[in-house]
């Protein structure tokens, strides 16, 4: 059975090591010239075309964050970035870079021997190593690199009456190479679990964010801050923001909250599409309707706009639901 049939998924049971060979080839993409720079000269800029997508790149030299991989839902499609090209992942349903770009972590398509699990590659060399996360009919989706690079998080599901629905988490220590199921009850159907800086785990709960230890202990909860943005990390660099849309007694579209205290910090004004998580600790990656398509931009914490990074085709938008992912560098 394959990831694709059953739609999105994921969850927990039969944790335990599994060796698994996946095949993947590669097919050529666009490569962009590369400029030179040095410390003393000004940023450089290019523009790099993602292979089969109408997305255009717009890059700098110094960039804090780039895009390292991408997805098309649509096609069913990963790619990783190497260099200034970008190389499909044919077999995986995630292709995600770990902060700093050693290594990446791989969500394969199918089951093997019945379960579901994940490969940790090695960029450097191209050597792998497939570790088991839950057995079927649970799947692990939606893989989540910790700041360190030394953990990743996955949201467990399963399918109930053709509604895929979540059922817990899994932590993968990638330096041990094992993985460990944590399930929860009663949590909303749309929950995506996403890391705290600590690395706690947080999850949405209708207008509330909840706390987690790794073994699934409630710790804490900030009460009514609304449903945390998307991208690779929720919380800003120096982990003292929280991002969130704003709940619907707050006028605003984009919420900051301290992440000690659950206090709100600071209301954007913004119409974003997405936020695809934060750039640094003023500014936030969201996606806004442009023309007749859309762009990836940089706001400030007014909801100004300070630069765009990517343009997007509406059709790359619509209908690929082409997602982004930005590693910091």
Request: include cysteine.
């Amino acid at each position: 059975m394959t990831r694709s049939s059953r739609g999105p998924a994921a969850a927990l049971t039969g944790l335990s090591l599994l060796a698994a060979t996946i095949t993947t080839s590669t097919i050529t993409a666009f490569t962009a010239k590369t400029a030179a720079a040095t410390p003393a000269a000004a940023e450089s800029g290019r523009d790099v075309r993602l292979p089969g997508t109408g997305v255009t790149l717009h890059e700098r030299s110094g960039d804090r964050a780039w895009v390292s991989a991408f997805s098309v839902d649509r096609k069913n499609g990963s790619y990783a970035r190497s260099g200034n090209r970008f190389i499909r992942k044919p077999g995986y349903w995630e292709f995600t870079v770990a902060p700093k770009g050693h290594r990446a972590l791989g969500v394969p398509t199918n089951y093997v021997k019945g379960h579901d699990s994940v490969d940790i590659v090695n960029l450097a060399s191209g050597k792998k190593v497939s570790i088991t996360t839950v057995k079927a009919p649970f799947i692990a989706e939606y893989g989540l690199w910790s700041r360190d690079g030394r953990a990743v998080l996955l949201t467990v599901k399963k399918k109930v009456k053709k509604k895929w629905v979540p059922t817990g988490f899994v932590t993968v220590d990638v330096e041990a190479g094992r993985a460990h199921g944590v399930d929860l009850a009663d949590l909303d159907k749309d929950t995506v679990f996403q890391w705290a800086p600590d690395g706690s785990v947080v999850a949405d709960k209708g207008d509330d964010v909840v706390f987690y230890d790794t073994d699934g202990n409630q710790t804490s909860t900030f009460g009514g801050v609304g449903w945390t943005v998307g991208g690779e990390d929720v919380f800003s660099p120096s982990g003292k923001r929280l991002a969130t849309w704003c709940p619907e007694k707050v006028s605003a579209d984009i919420c900051l909250w301290d992440a000690g205290s659950g206090d709100k910090v600071r209301q954007i004004y913004f119409a974003a599409e997405q936020v695809w998580g934060w750039w640094d600790d003023t500014h936030l990656i969201a996606v806004r309707k442009k023309g007749g398509g859309f762009q990836s931009v940089l706001i400030d914490l007014k909801g100004k706009v300070t630069r765009v990074l990517a343009d997007i085709s509406a059709t790359a938008w619509k209908k690929d639901r082409v997602y982004l992912s930005y590693t910091h560098r």
